[in-house]
């Protein structure tokens, strides 16, 4: 895991945890601008506990990697307009006031504020934010080799499937086998009862016909007896 010395002192390692700005409010509830968006080189002193002086001298120094972080300074009329828009937010919120720079105005993003943190040597805010940040990345390294331990079981585990389906498909294809053959079996017996069922509604027949013809011959034989009698 990277130290906090190397943190102050590589752009790269910085650059890596540049999204971590929810680190900030856990540390320390960071006050923004009306517009929730932009502090003032003022607020970022204020949240680190040092000069103003300290926030500009290292803005100045690292002024490119701030600017790709969100740093603007305006001027003109973008800085009327900004106050502009900023006057009509404090008035929604019943402020009276709101503080306007002469010439030009400095401001800071969250992402901004975090690469302050990054930088700032003489703060005890920004060294308690970068352990926040390092931290926070070596419990989310235990988290994800705790992922991959259970990863690693769970391919395991599969691999031992695999081999047992592979051990069972000729099973599997024998039992096939039996079925179909049960099938036909089953289809065949079937067929066999169907015959005999038609038989023996021939043979029903049949036993009718002869009873039929029983009776008659019972029916003559006792006609034949009175007849002698008489």
Not at 19 to 48: C, N, Q
Not at 141 to 165: K, M, N, W
Not at 190 to 208: C, E, F, K, N, P
Request: hydrophobic content about 40%; charged content about 30%.
């Amino acid at each position: 895991m990277p130290t906090e010395v190397a943190l102050l002192e590589s752009r790269a390692l910085r650059v890596e945890r540049m999204g971590r700005v929810d680190i900030l409010d856990k540390v320390k509830s960071l006050v923004m601008l009306p517009d929730g968006i932009h502090v003032r080189t003022e607020d970022v002193a204020r949240y680190f506990e040092v000069s103003t002086a300290s926030v500009r001298r290292l803005t100045d120094r690292h002024q490119e990697e701030f600017t790709e972080n969100g740093m603007r300074v305006l001027r003109g009329s973008e800085l009327r307009s900004f106050h502009s828009d900023m006057m009509s937010l404090w008035a929604r919120e019943g402020v009276e006031s709101y503080p306007q720079a002469a010439t030009q105005l400095r401001l800071y993003t969250r992402r901004t504020v975090l690469n302050v943190a990054m930088l700032l040597r003489d703060s005890d805010i920004a060294r308690c934010v970068r352990t926040y940040l390092l931290d926070a990345e070596d419990s989310l390294r235990a988290q994800y080799g705790s992922l991959d331990q259970r990863v690693t079981r769970i391919e395991s585990c599969l691999a031992g499937v695999g081999a047992a389906l592979q051990e069972l498909g000729p099973v599997l294809v024998r039992m096939s086998e039996r079925l179909d053959s049960l099938d036909r079996k089953v289809e065949r017996t079937h067929q066999v009862i169907g015959a005999m069922s038609l038989r023996l509604t021939d043979v029903s027949q049949d036993v009718a016909r002869l009873d039929g013809r029983l009776d008659c011959f019972a029916r003559q034989l006792r006609d034949l007896r009175r007849g002698g009698r008489r």
